[in-house]
């Protein structure tokens, strides 16, 4: 079952933040975040683990609430380069890199 | 390090034709996936390699879309007949492994059916 992510699209200011929300109908035991640039390949930022271990490349944060099967994204003063569309992946089963994804949040910064 | 490379980038085509999708993963990568993304969605997954084997295909449409992935390396995504649905680009990607998190994935390509 896909994942559904809100809100599908924000605009923001340089330097503004921004959540991004995730949220599974069934158990989660990792959520993958993707962003995508216009006409580019989806980029890894980082992973959610059962137990809160968190893996990533970018200063871009995130949190994992079990019970609520949901992950967020937070994008702190946000740069012109965040401007893309970020997705979240679950994995079919309970761990693995076999993902399904959601629809994706549409992200804008404008300076 | 090279990254996941596909192509064609662009097919166009009309309804009722053959085509097929090329992908060469980042050397090493034994997991391949096949994903589909329709405009403005998410990526759907079509099919997974581990190695040669396609370990798991239960998400391809098997009427008309066919993957092979020879010697555990390239792999190649065919439709035949195309419809006007299947427009959509065609992603892949590849790890290390399935329980390493990252997915590399390559540029796409972009299929449209006429």
């Known amino acids: 079952q896909q994942p559904v992510q809100s809100p599908q699209a924000v605009i923001l200011r340089e330097g503004e933040d921004a959540v991004i929300n995730c949220s599974s109908s069934?158990?989660?035991?990792?959520v993958h975040w993707y962003r995508q640039k216009h006409g580019e390949a989806p980029v890894f930022l980082m992973i959610?683990?059962?137990?809160?271990e968190q893996k990533g490349h970018e200063k871009i944060s995130a949190s994992f609430n079990e019970k609520k099967q949901q992950s967020s994204l937070y994008l702190t003063a946000s740069q012109l380069s965040y401007s893309g569309t970020y997705f979240c992946?679950?994995?079919?089963?309970?761990?693995?890199?076999?993902?399904?994804f959601g629809g994706g949040t549409r992200l804008m910064v404008k300076p | 390090e090279a990254g996941v490379v596909q192509s064609p980038r662009y097919k166009i085509i009309e309804k009722k034709q053959p085509v097929a999708f090329w992908c060469n993963p980042i050397?090493?990568?034994?997991?391949l996936y096949w994903y589909r993304q329709n405009l403005g969605q998410g990526p759907e997954l079509l099919i997974r390699?581990?190695?040669?084997?396609?370990?798991?295909d239960s998400q391809l449409p098997k009427d008309r879309f066919s993957a092979e992935r020879l010697k555990g390396v390239d792999s190649t995504l065919k439709i035949q007949p195309a419809e006007l649905g299947d427009s959509a680009v065609y992603l892949c990607?590849?790890?290390?492994?399935?329980?390493?998190?990252?997915?590399?994935f390559g540029e796409g390509s972009r299929l449209t059916v006429l």
């Open positions: 069934k158990a989660l035991y990792s």
């Open positions: 959610l683990l059962k137990g809160g």
């Open positions: 990607a590849s790890s290390r492994g399935q329980t390493v998190p990252e997915l590399f």
């Open positions: 992946g679950t994995p079919f089963s309970n761990a693995g890199n076999m993902l399904t």
């Open positions: 050397s090493g990568h034994n997991t």
């Open positions: 390699y581990e190695n040669e084997e396609a370990v798991d």
